[in-house]
């Protein structure tokens, strides 16, 4: 694979998450470097844009390796609010769905560049300190739901995509990934990502 290839990967992962999630709201990839791929092990890389402290929760980093596979790592949790800056133990749903949609996004993309249709995929969230982790998705009025659940660990998500189906197929499977992720915090809906068709 040569920078050109890997360029292209990175550039309709960009144009296929905005296909799966609704208008607004920052994606992680918005703050990666992806049309500058760099050279690593096997693979290539993009960094994260150089950022402030008070902006340390919008860095993120993808790669796509010589074999097919893929990795995205973004920081989620200490996100802007209201009143300053979230607890980085506490993740907005709705950054974590974009996650989700930016993740599957960069599956899809590289899968469409390969001969590769099914990829095994693990998603998990770490964080660092005593405090449990919190996945807020608020009610419609901005208020925290009265299931959240604080979380000591998170249950990794472990399953097979299949990326030579129907757009509303993968759609399909992409929003089963976000409610695992939101449900495992108490929430029972998705906020950004679209809905299946018909």
């Known amino acids: 694979m040569n920078r050109d290839e890997a360029r292209d990967i990175f550039e309709n992962m960009s144009s296929l998450t905005h296909t799966y999630s609704s208008a607004g709201g920052l994606h992680p990839i918005q703050d990666i470097d992806y049309r500058n791929p760099k050279p690593g092990l096997r693979r290539w890389v993009v960094n994260p844009y150089e950022q402030p402290d008070d902006r340390q929760w919008r860095k993120a980093w993808a790669s796509v390796h ?3 596979s893929v990795s995205f790592a973004a920081a989620l949790g ?3 609010t209201r009143g300053g800056h979230a607890n980085p133990s506490t993740v907005d749903s709705a950054r974590a769905e ?3 949609t930016d993740f599957l996004a960069l599956v899809k993309a590289a899968s469409d560049q390969s001969t590769s249709t099914e990829y095994e995929l693990r998603l998990g969230l770490e964080w660092e300190g005593a405090a449990p982790l919190i ?3 608020p009610d419609p009025f901005g208020f925290p739901p009265d299931g959240q659940s604080p979380l000591p660990h998170f249950i990794p998500i472990i399953t097979t995509i299949q990326t030579d189906v129907s757009n509303a197929a993968y759609l399909d499977q992409l929003r089963d990934i976000a409610l695992d992720v939101v449900n495992q915090g108490g929430g029972q809906d998705l906020r950004t990502i679209r809905e299946p068709a018909g």
Do not use: H, N, Q, T
């Open 66 to 68: 010589y074999d097919g």
């Open 78 to 80: 200490g996100s802007r």
């Open 98 to 100: 974009r996650f989700v």
């Open 135 to 137: 996945i807020e998705a």
